[in-house]
Every structure is written in C-alpha cells, then in structure tokens.
C-alpha cells in the first residue's frame, strides 16, 4: 500500500521561503508521479506542482510557478517543495499526493492520484 506523508508547515512572514517535504513509500512499481496540491478555506484542492519519477519531468500551475521549486532526493520518493516570496494567498492545508503509472509525465488533476496524505498548514499572515 503506497503511502505519502507530508511535513514542515508552519507559519511564516510574507516574502519569507518554507520548504515541504513528502515522503512516500509502498510502490509497486517504478512508474509513478508525486504531487503538490493545496486546499484554502473556502476553496477546491488545486494542483500546484508534480512531478515524474522517470525522468523528473516537472509541473507547475501559473499560481506559483517562478516561485516554487520541486525537486527530489536521490531516492526518488522523497519529494520537496520549495515554496519563496511566500503571499497570504498561498495560506492553505498543502497534501502530497501520489499516483502509480505515471513515469515520464504527471498532471496537476487531482483526480488522477490514487493516495493522499493528511496535509500540513501553510500560513501567511498579512
């Protein structure tokens, strides 16, 4: 059973970096893609970032691109995401998520990944 945890929210000042961190386990095979979503009080969960174990390709939505980086260690199943210039539009509950079958390429729809963690609190006061 494939299973993401996600750690390091906490609050931070505007303009101020954090970085996450998602850890999975469990696959079954060596074809899979990780994902960045958040979800703001009163809003749907919005796919920020991904990425494909494969070749590493990369995704981000036009709300934090240039500003956020996902990257991954050498195991290929811990995931970051550096997150810079961060805005109180970026306060949300942040969830990694992952998806087996995907290997050269992911997608920020979260209807596509199977296994999601619990979330960790990003805010930003403004």
Do not use: H
Not at 64 to 81: E, H, Q
Request: glycine share 12%; proline share 3%.
């Amino acid at each position: 059973q494939v299973q993401v945890v996600e750690s390091g929210g906490g609050l931070v000042q505007p303009g101020e970096s954090l970085t996450l961190t998602c850890r999975a386990s469990g696959f079954t095979m060596d074809y899979y893609a990780i994902g960045w979503f958040r979800q703001a009080p009163g809003k749907e969960r919005e796919g920020i970032s991904c990425i494909a174990s494969k070749d590493g390709s990369t995704w981000y939505s036009d709300s934090v691109k240039g500003r956020f980086t996902i990257s991954r260690a050498d195991d290929k199943m811990t995931v970051y995401l550096q997150m810079n210039n961060l805005d109180p539009e970026d306060t949300a509950v942040y969830y990694c998520a992952a998806d087996e079958g995907l290997g050269y390429y992911c997608s920020g729809d979260r209807e596509e990944y199977d296994y999601w963690g619990q979330g960790t609190q990003v805010t930003v006061p403004s």
